[in-house]
């Protein structure tokens, strides 16, 4: 079937587009669509339909066709060969109508929508803004402060509220295409204007400057950093002050900078990114999934409780298991408290927490275990306590159950293994929290059986997560380059630098949070802990860690102790430096004969970044990330990486890697071979002019 096909039924001329799997707008179906529409101004159709075959409208421009030669007709050229029609245009909307999608169904004269249907804008999500008329359509229907939140969210509106907003003028439940041709009959039949939005005016008075201000203010506090939220605002701004051509204008020049500009070409690398990193490669594309419908969860605390509520949330029992009772309850309301949250902020009904709640269960005995399809270990994060915990759980669990470890970084092979059925075990990691953060690492062991790794990967996206192989290594791929990046601000620390800086280098770049606030907030009493069972060679050198263990010995916890890095005010939790801190700091420093010095931001940006850099690098040259835009998705999904810098890896290669690899060979110069021995990967491809990218593709 063609891309586009025209037929008049009942007097109305359907056009019908069909362009797996989203219905992009390729330039197929844009040259399709505007035949049709021409072709239906002469022939005896009463008005026009435009639907969609398939499980949604045009989900938007096809993303594919960016960066590359534009084809005629263009998105702008179709929607006004729509628009201009003589004949009423009705949009029939189904699925998600999405960007350019949804822009069309704003060039037609009226939209009816199916009430599963969505309509939105999330052309920000891309870093880029709606450019063919929705940041001037948008607000003629719906107003200019619900357009302004609309599109410099990006979030999708469900039909009745769109309805409600003007964007959609019929919500229809059963069958949409009975339901739009009847709507197109009756409007022909009442001789219906041709209600074209751009004829529409927005009162000035609706929108004065200071309600675009408060929106760039908002903007610049929510999207920190990012471009195109403020150029939508210009846009939305240009349709209450100017005509719709001016408007329009000014829409498409605030478009092109936004697609030339890094910033959407990064957004766009990371979109792709997601979708590739649930592809395991060398995995044949059948592989048989194993059924999962009930999980066992081992330990009830903040990771199990929040584990859990990951498949209760999509309707999968679970079965908790803790040493106690107390244990239990703890654990419990731990969840409940966290779906009280979600209610609270409007984003879950009460009866769907209580359904939610229906399907968790608690127990204090493994037998409750002997007829789940997946266990999710939970406990401290101990070795020989997995390992016992993995002995019990290979004598209760059935065969073919999935045994799966949620340990941060432990050797998976070293629990596999005391196991007599290695093939069935896996790495889960979350994230904390873990009924929120997206990012599942998928860690194999040598022996996880395909799958058990398809299985995996499949269910981390049905509970929502965004999934990334890593093969077993200390730390797999986050928290593996987590290492030199929480050295080198430890080290910039004690040569020279105070918490402040470093902190404000990294949150300025871009980071939600910089190294030593995060520190402060999960607690550096965990590292102090950690490092205790480790032997002095294990621990690294004292320079390394000094002042966290001085500051946890004054117990200075962090945010949990009211001090850490910083002081913290009882009420608001604001972060105050505290010249207390430099003294500890400068203590460490004589202690350790190291001459402080000044350090420049560039030098802690450089040396905290290329460290990410390098450690990824040397990750995908043991094959322990698959690809390269891998690392991307695990920084950006699960360690507030600034997505609109697109991960460390595809930062590196906006750097350009041969400006790094000089970079990294001075420091290995400077602060030694231990820490800077650069990866023979980046150096090669550094002397060959490649990017990752280029290497990915190899
Ligand atoms: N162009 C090309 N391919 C697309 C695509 C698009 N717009 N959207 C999805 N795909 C591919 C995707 O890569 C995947 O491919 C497959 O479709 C299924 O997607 C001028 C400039 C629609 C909600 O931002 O949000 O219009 O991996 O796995 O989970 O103003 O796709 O199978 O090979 O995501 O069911 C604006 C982006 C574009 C919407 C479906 N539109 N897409 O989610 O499936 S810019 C968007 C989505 C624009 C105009 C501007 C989602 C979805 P593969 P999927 P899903």
Redesign the pocket.
């Known amino acids: 079937m063609s891309v586009t096909q025209y037929e008049i039924i009942d007097g109305i001329g359907v056009i019908r587009l069909n362009n797996p ?2 219905n ?1 707008l390729s330039h197929a179906l844009r040259d399709g669509i505007c035949k049709a529409i021409k072709k239906a101004q002469k022939d005896d159709s009463k008005a026009i339909v435009i639907l969609c075959e398939g499980r ?1 409208f045009i ?6 066709e960016f960066g590359k030669p534009p084809k005629s007709p263009s ?1 702008s050229d179709m929607l006004k060969v729509i628009e201009s029609s003589n004949k009423i245009v009705v949009a029939a909307v189904h699925g ?1 109508a ?3 999608g949804f ?1 069309t169904a704003l060039a037609c004269h009226y939209r009816v929508a199916l009430s599963s249907a969505k309509v939105g804008l ?2 920000v ?2 870093g ?1 803004l ?3 008329g ?1 940041t001037q359509r948008t607000p003629r229907l719906a107003g200019v402060e619900a357009a302004l939140d609309m599109i410099t969210s990006g979030n999708p509106v469900a039909a009745k509220k769109a309805e409600k907003m003007n964007l959609v003028d019929v919500v229809v439940d059963g069958d949409l295409e009975l339901g739009a041709i009847a709507y197109a009959k009756s409007l022909a039949e009442d001789k219906a204007q041709l209600k074209r939005v751009r004829d529409i005016d927005i009162p000035a008075s609706k929108a004065g400057p200071k309600v675009f201000e408060a929106a760039r203010t908002k903007a610049a506090k929510r999207y920190r950093g990012q471009q195109a939220p403020q150029n939508i605002i210009r846009c939305v701004e240009a349709a209450v002050n100017q005509d719709m051509d001016k408007g329009l204008a000014t829409e498409r020049e605030l478009f092109v900078e936004l697609m030339q500009g890094p910033q959407s070409a990064a957004m766009r690398h990371m ?2 990114a997601e ?1 590739e990193a649930a592809k395991v490669l060398g995995l044949a594309k059948d592989t048989a999934l194993r059924d999962i419908k009930r999980v066992g969860i081992i330990g009830a605390g903040t990771m199990g409780g929040g584990i859990a509520m990951n498949f209760a949330n999509v309707g999968i029992p679970v079965t908790m298991l803790e040493i106690n009772q107390e244990g239990l309850d703890r654990g419990m309301a731990i969840i409940d408290k966290n779906y009280s949250i979600t209610v609270s902020k409007g984003k879950m009904t009460e009866a769907q927490k209580a359904q939610c709640l229906s399907v968790i269960s608690g127990s204090t005995s493994y037998d409750d275990l002997a007829d789940v399809d997946l266990v999710i270990e939970a406990v401290f994060e101990n070795v020989d306590i997995k390992k016992e915990v993995f002995q019990k759980l290979d004598r209760v669990c059935k065969p073919g159950a999935i045994l799966a470890s949620n340990t941060s970084y432990q050797d998976i092979d070293a629990i596999a293994n005391a196991t007599k059925r290695p093939e069935d075990v896996i790495g889960l990691h979350f994230f904390s929290p873990a009924n929120v953060m997206k990012l599942l690492e998928v860690v194999r062991g040598s022996a996880s059986a395909d799958d058990v790794i398809a299985t995996s990967m499949k269910l981390a996206k049905k509970i929502g997560k965004v999934p990334v192989l890593a093969g077993n290594c200390y730390g797999f791929i986050g928290n593996r380059m987590l290492r030199p990046y929480g050295r080198e601000a430890q080290l910039c620390l004690i040569e020279g630098a105070s918490p402040e800086q470093i902190d404000r280098v990294m949150q300025n770049w871009g980071m939600a949070m910089g190294p030593l606030a995060v520190g402060d907030l999960a607690g550096l009493d965990i590292g102090y802990k950690a490092r205790q069972a480790l032997s002095d060679e294990e621990k690294g050198e004292p320079k390394t860690y000094c002042i966290a263990d001085a500051l946890v010995e004054m117990g200075r916890l962090g945010q949990k102790s009211g001090a850490g890095y910083y002081k913290y005010d009882a009420n608001t939790r604001a972060r105050i430096n505290d010249p207390e801190v430099m003294k500890v700091v400068e203590e460490q420093a004589k202690a350790q004969g190291i001459a402080r010095r000044d350090i420049s931001d560039d030098e802690i940006l450089e040396r905290l970044t290329y460290a990410w850099i390098n450690e990824g690098a040397k990750i995908l040259e043991e094959g322990i990330a698959q690809r390269p835009s891998d690392i991307d998705v695990v920084y950006c999904f699960g360690y507030g990486f600034p997505v609109y810098r697109g991960g460390p890896m595809h930062y590196a290669d906006h750097i350009g890697l041969d400006k790094i690899y000089a970079r990294i060979s001075e420091f290995a110069k400077q602060h030694g071979e231990k820490y800077w021995a650069p990866s023979k990967l980046l150096k090669e491809l550094a002397e060959s002019g490649k990017t990752f990218k280029e290497w990915a593709i190899k």
């Not at 989900?59 to 594919?64: E, K, N, Q, R």
């Open positions: 799997p989203v992009a949604t989900a938007g421009a096809d993303i594919t998105l998600t999405l960007g350019g822009e999330p052309e999500k891309l880029l709606p450019g063919a929705g979109f792709f979708r």
